[in-house]
C-alpha cells in the first residue's frame, strides 16, 4: 500500500523476470505457427524490389496505427502528405506525433547497428518520440521519479496503477538483464514476456505503449529472427484492444503467463501473414506498373524514373513531377496524364489548382 491517510492506494509490483511458462501441446503449437509465419515473412524480403522503401511504407503505417492507439487523431493520408511536403489544410494538426514515432523507428534501428537493445537506447527513443508533441513536457527519455496510473481521474481510482518509483530502476536493471539472458528461451516467448513486463513497469510519464510494442520489432531484430522490420503488433493489438488490455491484466495480476502469450503469438501469426500477403502484392503491383510504362515509348524512361519514386513517396504534384523526372511543366501534365490513363496515378483532390496525384493502389496494399 502507497500513500498515507485518505491518498493511500495500491501499487503493482511485478515479479522480476525471468518467468516460468508451462510449454503443453497447444501452445508449443502456437509457437511453432508463429515462428513459420515469421520465416515466411522474412524470406519475403528477398523478392520486394527496393525493400527499404516498402519498410519505409510499413513504418510510416505502424507508426500512424500506434499513436491512434494513443488517441492521436492524424491519419496514414496525413502522413504521407507531410513527408510529401504537400500543404493540405485537411491535415490533422497531431501528425507531428506520427512523424516522431517514425523519427524514433528509424533512430532506434539506426542505433541498433552499433549499441545493443538496453535502458539507454529505450531512453534514447523515448526522447525522440516526444520531442516537440503532446508529453514533451513529461520528461522525454528519462525514466520516472513520480508515481503513474493508468485509467481514472486519480490514483485512487486508477484501473492500473504500475510501481512505485523507488520500484523502477531494479525492475528495468532485471528487464536489461534478462534481454540478454542467454537461458533457451524461444525468442517469440521472449518477446512477449519482455513486452508483458514493460507495459507492468510502465516507466515512463508518457509514451509506455508506443516504445513498448516498438521494443518487440526491435528485439526480433537484434536477434536476426528479422532481417528488415516488418513485424509491427500495433494493428493487431488496436483490433482486439479490450483483449489485449485484459490478456495485460490478466497475465500480471492473476499470473495467466500463457493466456497472454497465446494471445501475443497468434498477434505475431496474424499480422506476419498479412505482411507477407501484402509483400506479394507489391511485388505483383511493381511488375504490372513496369510492364505498363515499359509501353509508353519516348516517355518510358522518365515514366520508370517517376514510378520508383512512387514506391517510395506515393503522392505527388505536377511541380514535384517535375524536378523528380526534369521536365518542363507542359511535359510532366503530359506525364501523369499518361500514367492517369494506365491507371498508375489517380487524382484525389477534385480542385482545378493544386492538384495531388497518387498512387491509390499502392496505398491501398497497406490500408485495406
Known amino acids: 500500500m502507497q500513500g498515507s491517510g485518505q491518498s493511500k492506494y495500491k501499487a503493482f509490483v511485478p515479479t522480476p523476470l525471468p518467468f516460468k511458462v508451462r510449454m503443453d501441446n497447444a501452445l508449443q503449437a502456437r509457437l511453432s505457427e508463429a515462428d513459420l509465419m515469421l520465416g515466411r515473412l522474412?524470406?519475403?524480403?528477398?523478392?520486394?524490389?527496393?525493400?527499404?522503401?516498402?519498410?519505409?511504407?510499413?513504418i510510416g503505417k505502424e507508426a500512424t496505427l500506434s499513436s491512434q492507439v494513443e488517441g492521436t487523431q492524424a491519419t496514414f493520408s496525413d502522413l504521407l502528405?507531410?513527408?510529401?511536403?504537400?500543404?493540405?489544410?485537411?491535415?490533422?494538426g497531431d501528425v507531428d506525433e506520427i512523424q516522431n514515432y517514425v523519427r524514433a523507428m528509424d533512430y532506434g534501428l539506426e542505433r541498433l547497428e552499433t549499441l545493443p537493445l538496453s535502458l539507454r537506447l529505450i531512453r534514447e527513443i523515448h526522447k525522440e518520440l516526444l520531442a516537440g508533441v503532446r508529453g514533451e513536457a513529461k520528461t522525454p527519455g528519462s525514466f520516472r521519479t513520480s508515481q503513474n496510473w493508468i485509467g481514472g481521474r486519480s490514483v485512487e481510482t486508477a484501473s492500473y496503477v504500475p510501481p512505485p518509483p523507488h520500484e523502477v530502476a531494479p525492475l528495468l536493471?532485471?528487464?536489461?538483464?534478462?534481454?540478454?539472458?542467454?537461458?533457451?528461451?524461444?525468442?517469440?516467448?521472449?518477446?512477449?514476456?519482455?513486452?508483458?513486463?514493460?507495459?507492468a513497469i510502465h516507466p515512463f510519464l508518457d509514451g509506455n505503449g508506443r516504445v513498448g510494442r516498438v521494443l518487440v520489432t526491435f528485439y526480433l531484430c537484434q536477434q536476426g529472427v528479422l532481417r528488415k522490420p516488418l513485424l509491427y503488433l500495433s494493428e493487431y493489438f488496436g483490433a482486439n484492444r479490450n483483449e489485449y488490455y485484459?490478456?495485460?491484466?490478466?497475465?500480471?495480476?492473476?499470473?495467466?503467463?500463457?493466456?497472454?502469450?497465446?494471445?501475443?503469438?497468434?498477434?505475431?501469426?496474424?499480422?506476419?501473414?498479412?505482411?507477407?500477403?501484402?509483400?506479394?502484392?507489391?511485388?505483383?503491383?511493381?511488375?504490372?506498373?513496369?510492364?505498363?510504362?515499359?509501353?509508353?515509348?519516348?516517355?518510358?524512361?522518365?515514366?520508370?524514373?517517376?514510378?520508383?519514386?512512387?514506391?517510395?513517396?506515393?503522392?505527388?504534384?505536377?511541380?514535384?513531377?517535375?524536378?523528380?523526372?526534369?521536365?518542363?511543366?507542359?511535359?510532366?501534365?503530359?506525364?501523369?496524364?499518361?500514367?492517369?490513363?494506365?491507371?498508375?496515378?489517380?487524382e484525389i483532390t477534385g480542385r482545378r489548382r493544386n492538384k495531388i496525384f497518387a498512387h491509390s493502389s499502392y496505398i491501398d496494399a497497406f490500408t485495406s
Request: charged share 25%; glycine share 4%.
Open 42 to 58: 522474412d524470406g519475403i524480403a528477398e523478392f520486394v524490389p527496393d525493400i527499404d522503401f516498402f519498410v519505409l511504407m510499413y
Open 81 to 92: 502528405k507531410v513527408e510529401a511536403r504537400i500543404e493540405d489544410p485537411e491535415i490533422h
Open 173 to 199: 536493471h532485471n528487464l536489461e538483464k534478462y534481454m540478454h539472458d542467454r537461458a533457451p528461451v524461444p525468442v517469440l516467448i521472449k518477446a512477449a514476456l519482455m513486452h508483458l513486463q514493460f507495459e
Open 246 to 346: 485484459d490478456r495485460l491484466s490478466a497475465g500480471h495480476d492473476r499470473d495467466d503467463l500463457e493466456g497472454w502469450i497465446r494471445f501475443f503469438l497468434d498477434g505475431v501469426s496474424t499480422t506476419a501473414v498479412r505482411a507477407t500477403v501484402t509483400a506479394r502484392t507489391i511485388v505483383a503491383l511493381r511488375q504490372e506498373d513496369m510492364q505498363a510504362v515499359a509501353s509508353l515509348g519516348a516517355v518510358s524512361e522518365k515514366a520508370i524514373k517517376l514510378l520508383n519514386h512512387l514506391y517510395r513517396s506515393p503522392l505527388v504534384r505536377i511541380k514535384d513531377v517535375e524536378k523528380i523526372v526534369s521536365l518542363s511543366n507542359p511535359n510532366a501534365i503530359v506525364l501523369i496524364d499518361r500514367l492517369v490513363k494506365l491507371g498508375i496515378l489517380e
